[in-house]
């Protein structure tokens, strides 16, 4: 990422409500950022703080009550095909195997059957997949199931990676496995998409993994702070620069 | 020839294993990893157990230590991995039966039912249905051999259920 990257999504002083039979309820107040082509950015908050929310308004599956969603400098209205999502239960279909879910995304953009099979050939490759071809997800473990949902997203090969929590539902171990994956993933220059923005609870996920994080406040969810994270990767939980990031996002949640 | 049931743990969890050992300078003991991972003892050891087994990490006394062979797997690309655990797996005994069986019924089908029972005879104090499953995961990860689910068959190379 140089310092005069091009901006890819911003969002401008962005409020999002919504109508419950309480009454209406603000769960997004006032948010905004920019997010630089090349980066990967996390959002840190609490549960409630909205997340999953913002994630829905940066692919156009929501859009703000009030504010702008910009992607490549033009207002973003409806879906935004250029970003793709994973999701935390993985959000694959259960009868149909392997590559028949890698695909799904590719249906709705390409009609070219030869296209799609080739493209979900390469990102099963990707993400280490082949031999799982006919599987079906009931077969699969937790971190295979999640390669899965990657590489669906990356064979529409997106401009821009979401993703919701996409570690917290696997162990501990395959966890770790998996994050190491997907930063050879990202900073891979053979495949197109290089910016990612990703929503966990996890802390030290986001240390670990990103570039720049974004601190949510708790209802309505309002940006409590921002982090750019300066240290070398692979980065090191028992590196004492670590623990110091750690101590600063607490206090930013605080 | 004697065989070792595979181990019943996934992949993820193996390379997660040596990623973590790896990160940490490559040693560990053996019960402070557990609690730091909040991971149940008997739980660990069979992860552990695992990546021994696929030469990984060696466990002197009460640590964990990784192998050389673990450090080049970390190193490697996603796809490189695969190829150097595939030549691991196919060194195991009982992998390697499992394969033979398979070649020597190529052209027939192999059902669930016959390889359950090629495991009872291979492995009798195992729990068959158990390893039938890392068998499967196995057999498909190192792409040496594959299942058919909806066939509920075995088959070498590319699939001909298509």
């Known amino acids: ?254 | 020839m004697k065989h070792a049931a595979l181990p019943e743990i996934g992949i993820s969890q193996i390379l997660g294993l040596v990623e973590l050992l790896a990160g940490k300078g490559g040693r560990e003991d053996i019960y402070k990893l557990a609690g730091e991972l909040s991971m149940e003892l008997g739980e660990t050891l069979a992860v552990i157990k695992a990546a021994e087994t696929l030469g990984l990490v060696h466990t002197p006394g009460g640590d964990v230590v990784v192998e050389d062979f673990g450090n080049k797997v970390v190193d490697a690309s996603i796809t490189d991995r695969k190829d150097l655990i595939r030549g691991k797996l196919a060194e195991l005994p009982l992998f390697k039966t499992i394969h033979d069986y398979l070649a020597r019924e190529e052209g027939t089908e192999v059902t669930r039912e016959e390889m359950l029972e090629k495991l009872a005879e291979l492995i009798p104090n195992e729990d068959a249905e158990a390893s039938f499953s890392s068998i499967v995961s196995w057999g498909r990860y190192s792409e040496l051999f594959g299942y058919n689910d909806d066939s509920q068959t075995f088959y070498l190379g590319e699939s001909r259920a298509g």
């Open chain 1, 1 to 254: 990422m140089t310092p005069d990257a091009h901006t890819l999504l911003e969002f401008k002083n962005v409020t999002r409500r919504f109508l419950l039979p309480q009454g209406e309820v603000t769960v997004i107040e006032d948010i905004s950022f920019k997010a630089l082509e090349g980066e990967f950015i996390t959002i840190v908050g609490p549960s409630g703080a909205g997340k999953s929310t913002l994630l829905r308004m940066m692919n156009g599956l929501l859009a703000p009550s009030s504010g702008e969603v910009r992607y490549n400098g033009v207002t973003q209205k409806g879906i935004n095909f250029e970003t793709a999502m994973v999701f935390q239960n993985f959000g694959l279909l259960p009868w149909l195997t392997v590559s028949q879910n890698i695909e799904l995304g590719l249906g709705a953009r390409s009609k070219d059957a030869a296209y799609r099979k080739s493209q979900v050939n390469r990102y099963i490759t990707k993400v280490g997949l082949e031999g799982y071809e006919e599987a079906y997800p009931r077969e699969l473990s937790g971190g295979m199931k999640q390669r899965v949902g990657l590489a669906r997203a990356l064979a529409v090969e997106p401009s821009l990676l979401l993703m919701d929590e996409p570690f917290s539902s696997l162990d501990v171990l395959t966890s770790i496995n998996l994050r190491n994956e997907l930063l050879d993933i990202w900073s891979d220059r053979d495949n197109v998409v290089n910016t990612m923005i990703m929503v966990t609870h996890n802390i030290e996920e986001a240390i670990e993994l990103s570039d720049r994080i974004l601190i949510l406040s708790n209802r309505p969810g309002k940006i409590a702070g921002e982090l750019k994270v300066d240290l070398p990767r692979p980065r090191r939980k028992r590196d004492p620069l670590f623990s110091e990031y750690v101590d600063r996002v607490f206090s930013l949640l605080a």
